[in-house]
């Protein structure tokens, strides 16, 4: 497995694997609550202009994917951080999701640890990042991978049927 910054040319092949991810939650449990939009394609696009949308592939399919930035879209201050950081000190993980035919087959903790590499890489003092409270499968794997969390907060983001968020960290 590889874990990647997209370019410019990877959109199409994105924007499928997140589309492919929306269809099998509407047909399954969405623990995320995602839909069309969200993540969406102006995400996507945006994401990949800035350099902050990351695939994860097998060789040649996409099999994951995540956008890593500093923009924590909404209220981190509400969080109970164990450490004082401001903004940009920060790494955030948004939007990671792994093909749902290898859910549970190492991928989305491969995704995790590559997603710790960067924020070093990136001289970051932290990972954090925001999850849906009955998102299950994505609160398990945080706490799998050292993840703390500190607690659960209304991020201010006016989506009704999800006031409040999980929120996860990692101080590196």
């Not at 959109?11 to 069309?36: Q, T």
């Not at 923009?71 to 999701?97: M, Q």
């Not at 925001?130 to 907060?153: C, R, W």
Request: glycine share 8%.
């Amino acid at each position: 497995m590889e874990f990647i910054q997209c370019r410019e040319g990877d959109f199409e092949r994105v924007n499928a694997f997140y589309r492919e991810v929306v269809a099998y939650l509407e047909g399954h449990i969405n623990y995320p609550k995602w839909s069309d939009d969200h993540p969406s394609e102006q995400d996507v696009t945006n994401a990949i202009g800035r350099g902050t949308q990351y695939i994860c592939t097998d060789g040649k399919t996409v099999i994951g994917a995540a956008i890593l930035n500093d923009d924590p879209e909404g209220y981190y201050e509400a969080g109970k951080w164990s450490r004082k950081l401001s903004r940009g000190e920060y790494l955030i993980v948004h939007a990671l999701a792994v093909k749902p035919d290898l859910k549970r087959g190492g991928v989305g903790t491969f995704m995790v640890k590559e997603c710790i590499r960067v924020a070093k890489a990136d001289g970051y003092k932290a990972v954090r990042l925001d999850t849906v409270p009955d998102n299950h499968p994505a609160n398990g794997l945080y706490l799998k991978n050292d993840f703390s969390y500190v607690g659960t907060e209304n991020l201010r983001r006016d989506i009704p049927e999800i006031p409040l968020f999980n929120l996860y960290e990692l101080n590196l």
